[in-house]
Every structure is written in structure tokens, then in C-alpha cells.
């Protein structure tokens, strides 16, 4: 092969993104010896969605391509929030697509005494407080962007009587919102979160790692930086809404006197018809809007992962939407998009029926079963041929057959021939008809013998070839028609006197029986499937051996583009 044709050959490399621009500077500075040293730093309040798998494939993604190492920390700062679950469901989602912190699992937890000590060098150089002041009269004290706060009473209280306070606060000696440590700072900057921040509150509450231990919990702006700089991390990737309290991190550090990682903020994934506040997301869940956290309409991993989404889907994804700067909106058609790329490649075909009608083919023998053969992935020449029985009486969608077609309609109709997919051509020669709804019933054809593969005419052209289950071989399912679970791209942003939960979509689950064909027995939990022309569709946690239940990942097309036109 000649230079040229190499060339031509390869994968055209992507350009850096801005992250990675300032990564390879500071490699090239010889900062911090050539280290990259990223982490991921969930709180244990929830469970994890695809704006978190971003931001997971992107700090593992850094540290991977230039050499260097990841931790999982959790930032569990706040005990009244935080459950064992939420860990555990975070820990199942990092594995899950594909990503090892080997031994470096931290907990800020791990660090409570070292931040009180942190807050006490803070209090002995006359930098912090212990205010008495309730939540509210604090929240109001600040003032707003354009006015100044009004300074604490407790502000000038001496570096002893603070210290003395400090440490009766960790002693317990006092209730919940009694006191508070703050930052002391300036109460005219025009940033809201350097005008005293609260520091440490007291939260008489058992935490799911250090027990009754503490009393006093430090806030997650206190937290956070210093547990970035005791890891020594290099490069602390935050999203957006983090650069406003990078003046509050730089401060701190600055006066803790303590290594300074660096903070580079990018903007957080925004994905339509979909929200991504843990907030919002907990609400759907308590307030039995959805069937639990994992619910296959829910943008969470664990969700993702029951509706049968792949990790390489997710992790593609994300490298195909890349990082920005600045907010915006992701069309959630283009995830959606990354599975059916993913799945068009691995996942074997079945035929199925959701909406059955009967064809019955007069001419054939009304006891014979022939075995049909079916290619398992015409995209996958490896993935081999499987059996399919073919008899007399079969199923097909019921939106297959009209008795007055429009001239655009191929498939079957009074008259009409059309191909079955790895069998023969039928014609339809009748209709059996309900008498008082008048709808059909069973369809009676004819068949064609010699259009069968191998046979005479097996090449015949007809312009319609229909899926089809054999009736008396059929598998009984259930089957769950997921669709998006709001009826608007941004439901967020909704109108004046409504809330985002007025625009769920009625039709978000469907629940109905399908027939498909017999090998699907052999199914198990997580197996993912293309029903032939109905969709990708994988099977659900909730199967046993007498119940196979599956779910829709997506439709084989996107059928809400047409829709989003015409709107």
C-alpha cells in the first residue's frame, strides 16, 4: 500500500479541546513534573445521570490519554442527604462504563480532621468566626449583587473567644443552627460567595462513614478544594456553575497556605426533553412520577442501563459532543443516535409481533413446519444463521395490512403480494372481518412455493417485505414501550404558573403483549435485541422463566423528527 493510500486510510485526528490545550501547556512548563492527576468527586445524594457519566468519561479520559491517574472521591459533606445506596449506585455506574480508580477511592470523610484543622490555622491568623446569627438572618446579611451585605455582629469576636467556640461546637455543645464558622472576607465584593461564607454548620445527624463522630460538618465550598489539594490533584475539572467559587477556593488555599490544584471549568450537559437537577429527578421518584431511580425514562446511568443503553454508547457519546465553554443544549436525538450506531453492529436480529393480526395460507400444509433461515446480523458476518419455524397460520403487525391502501403504502392489501423476510412471497386473497367491530380478524394468502431461498424464483422483486411470527411457535412477552419522558425540549424553562412536571409525556410508557419468535427463550437479563423494523429492545431485571418482560431502547428511527418539523 502506497503513503498515500496510509494516509487516506487514516482516522483524521481530532483537535484539542480547550482542556486538554491547558493540560499539554502545563506538561510542556514541566508543572507539576509532568504530572496529570484528574478525579471524579460525586456526592452520595443521589444517583448519578448522563450529565455525570460526561463529566466521569472526561476526567477518566484526560488522565488515561496523557498518562496519568484518577480518583473516585466522594464529597460527603452533608449527612442529613447522603444514604449507603447513593455510593453504592455511583460505584455500580463508574465500573459499569468501563472506568477504574484501582486503589484510589477517597472520602472527603476521610479528611474531617484535617479540615478542622485547616479552619483552626484559618481562626489563629483572624480569619475566620463563629457567628450566631440564624440561616436566615445570614442569607439576608449578604446583601444582593448590587448591594452590599451588612457585616455579622459576631464578626470582630477575638481569635480566643473564637477558638473556644470552635471547639465547643465540635464537642456538641450546642443544637443544630445554633453557630456557624465563617470566612472572614469582604461583604462588598461583588461575588456573593466571598462575602463570609459559612464554613462549618452543626448537623447533630449520624454520617454513613464516621458515625456520631462529628457534629460539625464542613460545607461542600469549604471541602471540596482542600480535599482536591491533600489528593494533590493537578487538573480539578469542575462544570460551569463552579467558576464563581473559584475566588472562594483560591482564597482558602491561599490563606490555609496549602498546594494549589488548578480548577478549569467547562459547561455542564444540558440534554432536550429531559431534566438533570437531582432536585427534579428526586421529586419524579418520591412523588411516584416514575417507578424508582433506575426507571428506564429517567436520564440516570442506572436508568440508561436498565433501558439497555451500552457504555461504549454512553462513552461515544461523550466524545462526540466534546466539551464547551459555555451552556448549551444537546438534542437528546443524538444520544439516541449513538445507541442504534452502537447496537445496528452488535445486537442480533429477532422477529416479533406487538400488534398482531392473523395470516392464514390457504395453500399450505396445514402440518408442516419448516425452518427458515435468518442471518443473526447482516451487519456482523460472524454472528452466524438461526432457525426460524415457518407454518400455515403466522402473525404480522396489524399496521401492515390495509384494506384501502394509499398509493405510498407497499406493504400488504387485498390483491397485493409481498415478501416474508427469510421465507416466501404471499398474496392476500381475503379478510375475515369481527361483525360487529368490523375489523379484521385473519387475513387469508396464498403463498408462492418457488420463492424460497434456493428456489426458482427466490429472486423475485415485490416491493414490500414484512416481519412475522409463526402463531403456533409465538413466545408470549411483555413489552414496554418507553418514549421520552417529557412532551417539550426544555421543560425547565416552563411557563408562568407551571412546573416542569406539567409537561410529562402520558405516552412515556406503554405496556402491551407481544409474540416473538422461539429463540428468544433462551434470553436472559441485559441480552439486547433488534426486533426486525420495530426497534432495539433489551431484556428487563424484572424476566423470570415463566415471564420474559423487554424494554424499547429506541425505535429504529427517530420518530419524533417529523413531529419537531412540523412544530
Known amino acids: 500500500m502506497s503513503e498515500t493510500q496510509t494516509r487516506k486510510n487514516e482516522k483524521p485526528a481530532r483537535s484539542l479541546n480547550f482542556i486538554e490545550e491547558i493540560i499539554e501547556e502545563d506538561i510542556r512548563k514541566g508543572k507539576n513534573d509532568g504530572r496529570v492527576h484528574t478525579r471524579f468527586p460525586p456526592e452520595p445524594n443521589g444517583y448519578l445521570h448522563i450529565g455525570h457519566a460526561k463529566s466521569i468519561c472526561l476526567n477518566f479520559g484526560l488522565a488515561e490519554k496523557y498518562h496519568g491517574i484518577t480518583n473516585l472521591r466522594f464529597d460527603d459533606t452533608n449527612p442529613i442527604k447522603e444514604e449507603v445506596e447513593y455510593v453504592d449506585s455511583i460505584l455500580e455506574d463508574v465500573r459499569w462504563l468501563g472506568f477504574d480508580w484501582e486503589k484510589r477511592l477517597y472520602y472527603a470523610s476521610d479528611y474531617f480532621e484535617q479540615l478542622f484543622e485547616y479552619a483552626v490555622i484559618l481562626i489563629k491568623k483572624g480569619m475566620a468566626y463563629v457567628c450566631d446569627m440564624p440561616a436566615e438572618e445570614i442569607s439576608a446579611s449578604r446583601g444582593t449583587p448590587t448591594r452590599p451585605g451588612k457585616e455579622s455582629p459576631f464578626r470582630n469576636r477575638t481569635v480566643e473567644e473564637n477558638l473556644a467556640l470552635f471547639m465547643r461546637m465540635r464537642a456538641g455543645e450546642f443544637p443544630d443552627g445554633a453557630r456557624v464558622l465563617r470566612a472572614k472576607i469582604d461583604m462588598t465584593s461583588p461575588n456573593m460567595h466571598m462575602r463570609d461564607p459559612v464554613l462549618y454548620r452543626i448537623i447533630h445527624t449520624s454520617h454513613h462513614r464516621t458515625g456520631n463522630k462529628w457534629c460539625i460538618y464542613p460545607m461542600y465550598d469549604f471541602a471540596h478544594g482542600q480535599s482536591d489539594s491533600i489528593e494533590h490533584i493537578t487538573h480539578s475539572i469542575c462544570t460551569l456553575e463552579f467558576e464563581v467559587h473559584r475566588p472562594l477556593y483560591d482564597w482558602l488555599i491561599r490563606e490555609i497556605g496549602i498546594y494549589a490544584p488548578r480548577q478549569i471549568e467547562f459547561a455542564r450537559l444540558n440534554l432536550s426533553y429531559t431534566v438533570m437537577s437531582k432536585r427534579k429527578l428526586l421529586e419524579l421518584v418520591k412523588e411516584n412520577y416514575v417507578k424508582g431511580w433506575d426507571d428506564p425514562r429517567m436520564p440516570t446511568i442506572s436508568g440508561l442501563r436498565r433501558r439497555g443503553y451500552t457504555p461504549d454508547s454512553i462513552r461515544n457519546f461523550a466524545e462526540i459532543i466534546g466539551v464547551a465553554k459555555r451552556d448549551n443544549v444537546i438534542d437528546v436525538s443524538l444520544l439516541e443516535f449513538c445507541i442504534r450506531e452502537d447496537l445496528n453492529k452488535r445486537a442480533n436480529r429477532v422477529m416479533g409481533v406487538i400488534n398482531p393480526v392473523k395470516i392464514i395460507i390457504d395453500n399450505y400444509p396445514e402440518t408442516l413446519v419448516e425452518e427458515m433461515e435468518a442471518a443473526n446480523n447482516p451487519e456482523n458476518p460472524d454472528a452466524g444463521i438461526r432457525k426460524v419455524p415457518f407454518t400455515r397460520e403466522l402473525f404480522i403487525e396489524r399496521e401492515d395490512f390495509l384494506e384501502d391502501p394509499p398509493k405510498q403504502f ?66 408470549e412477552v411483555d413489552v414496554r414501550l418507553y418514549d421520552r419522558l417529557f412532551v417539550v425540549p426544555d421543560p425547565d424553562n416552563a411557563e408562568e404558573g407551571k412546573s416542569f412536571k406539567d409537561y410529562l409525556n402520558p405516552d412515556s410508557l406503554k405496556e402491551v403483549k407481544g409474540y416473538l419468535e422461539p429463540s428468544i427463550r433462551l434470553a436472559k437479563s441485559g441480552d439486547r435485541y433488534q426486533l426486525e423494523r420495530l426497534g432495539y429492545f433489551s431484556v428487563d431485571p424484572d424476566s423470570t422463566e415463566k415471564r420474559l418482560v423487554i424494554n424499547r431502547i429506541v425505535p429504529l428511527k427517530d420518530s419524533w423528527a417529523k413531529t419537531e418539523k412540523k412544530n
Open 410 to 475: 407497499f406493504r400488504l392489501a387485498p390483491g397485493r403480494e409481498v415478501r416474508l423476510r427469510a421465507a416466501y412471497i404471499i398474496k392476500c386473497e381475503r379478510v375475515e372481518k369481527d361483525s360487529v367491530t368490523q375489523a379484521v380478524t385473519a387475513i387469508h394468502c396464498t403463498y408462492d412455493l418457488n420463492t424460497k431461498s434456493g428456489m426458482p424464483d427466490s429472486n423475485r422483486k415485490v416491493k414490500g417485505t414484512l416481519h412475522w411470527v409463526s402463531a403456533p411457535h409465538a413466545v
